[in-house]
């Protein structure tokens, strides 16, 4: 191998003697490095949340947009009359009614909203510092009750006083209340990642489980439904529902979402003797008798779509999801399936998930599919994916795309209207991290981290000629893979410290790791910084792989002394990493960074982002033709010209 002094040099002469005789025209032709192009909305959707009835009108909540909205579809006019501000949180996933009023919580901040749909007047009541609302529901005296998530605690709200009352963490040490119903007496939380089903005396705060002893493995108690009678929780990662007696909890039933692979069970209602619930990923609608014991398929109104409440009226069973709101009908069977859009429900620019570019298409990830931007024409069109795209990468004319929460891979041809989903990662997988291609064994690599509360993110191995897939769990021992480079052969794969999100991490720094992708074996992995929970992206050249970590902190391995050789503060959080020549560019949420990596020093190219991305995590893409960057300013896609 080339020593690296010499390496560098000539590879500097090169690069200046490439450079020389194209100059003037470049200088008259290309922007300065750091101009920034808007090229409109990133990605457009409307995708829903949760909903309440009040009369013949769906209140339905929106998520992701700014700000987030609650749309009013008059069911007999058939169409929407009315859309309500929700100018905080970055979505809906809680709603509840008592009377006339809609209450509304968001989430990631958690405040909590009532619509007075009488006079058509929205009003902010309270507000916590809880990551988020998670869930709620009204009690018949009108008092609210609020599952929250980071801590998992259940919260009061009375709104003849306007305060709000804490009643603790139903389940001590565990993170998320995901699902909450309320009677006259009690108020039932289903807690994850370890599953509880906890009901809580109105009154005294008295606590008492009601999960029976066989489901204790369980993750989590997700969703929930009740009536006079009955509670019926949806459990995952098993697709299981339990349907509990009130009056006598030892009476239970534990019934299977029967199509093979089901998940999730994410929406359950109680109506007239049955319970109705849908499963994920396959996106079936089911329901139980509860005098008979038996169980039954409805159908898929959407393959593969996520329903996030289901709810009653006059007879029917609305399913809300993010596309649009099916409709079943007991008395004939038949299933409908309505676009909220069409009937007026406001789109908007969501916060995106990923960007990526194949040289004429800007991909932006976000719920339920991605937006493609067509940089020759500005034409933006949609590509439907049962999911969110979390991570992309073009492979000889094919974008892979990692979709979350499926853990699945799919593949896309420029032209084509669909993506074609080819495999599904399954070993308690949800959440693909990243994608890279080694040329050498042409082999395509996804890391996945695990459900919540499971251990040991996964390694995903993809040959794109064979359609095998080989998984290897864990890689790294009680981490999860987070960033993955490939060159000559070998993976170089960055850790995460965190597992399955509720999971408390049990390992105190990440790594870097050295995977040999035709032995499939891991050849040597250290510590490279001390303390660091994530080490981000990866990127490298002939002679080095090069990290960015959570703290925003790049360090330099070099592969032939085997050690980390320096290290840069460059930002204020890690985010994605490339490599260009000698120069690396790298951002956050607020700017865009480039690095001199022989000089080893930074410089800011652009600042005042704001990006307002999904869960806070900066992404960036480059062009194939390295005379681009593509991140986001508020929500808007831009272009960052540059010149490594």
Known sequence: MIPRRRFLQAAAASTAALALPAAPALAATR???????????????????????????????????????????????????????????????????????????????????????????????????????????????????MGMSEPGRVVEYDPATGTSRDLGQPAPGEAYVRSIQADDRH??????????????????????????????????????????????????????????????????????????????????????????????????????????????????????AQTVRILEHKGKVYGLQDSGVFVYDPATGAMDYLSHVQRGFRSAAEAPMSVHSDGRTVYVGGKSGADLHDLATGKVTRLPIPGEPKTMITVRGTTYLGVYTQGALYAHKAGQPEAKLLLRTGHNQDRPKDLAYDHVTGLIAMPTQPEPGHQNGALNVYDPRSGKLDTYRPVVDRQTIFSVTAYLGTLYCGTSTQEGLGSPPVTPTAKLAAFDLRTRKVRWEIEPLPGVAAITDLAHTPLAVYGITNTGVLFEYHLLRRKVTRTLKVSARGGDLYVAGLTAYTADADAVYRVDLRAWTVRKIVSGLAGDWFGGTPKLGIAPDRRALYTIKGRNLVSVAIRP
């Open 31 to 145: 922007p300065a490095e750091g101009t920034l192009t808007d090229l409109g909305p990133a990605s457009v959707a409307s995708p829903l949340g949760n909903g309440e009835f009040v009369g013949d009108v769906l209140y339905m909540g929106s998520r992701g947009l700014s700000p987030n909205v609650v749309g009013a579809w008059d069911l007999v006019q058939d169409r929407i009359t009315a859309h309500f501000d929700i100018p905080t949180g970055v979505g809906v996933w809680a709603m509840c009614k008592h009377g006339t009023d809609v209450y509304v919580g968001t989430h990631s901040r958690s405040d909590l909203y009532k619509i007075d749909t009488l006079n058509g007047t929205t009003t902010k009541l309270a507000e916590y510092p809880d990551h988020f609302i998670w869930t709620m529901a009204a009690a018949p005296d009108g008092k609210v009750y």
């Open 187 to 304: 108020v039932y939380a289903g807690v994850g990642a370890n599953a509880h089903l906890i009901a809580i005396d109105r009154r005294t705060g008295e606590k008492r489980e009601l999960l029976p002893a066989e489901l204790a493995d369980r993750d989590w108690v997700s969703s929930m439904a009740g009536s006079d009678t009955h509670l019926a929780g949806g459990l995952n990662s098993t697709a299981e529902l339990v349907v509990i007696e009130k009056a006598n909890p030892a009476n239970y039933k534990i019934v299977k979402a029967s199509v093979p692979g089901e998940k999730y069970t994410v929406a359950v209602l109680i109506f007239d003797g049955w319970v109705y619930f849908a499963g994920r990923p396959s996106g079936t609608v089911y329901r139980y008798e509860l005098a008979s014991g038996r169980s039954e398929v409805l159908g898929v109104p959407f393959p593969e």
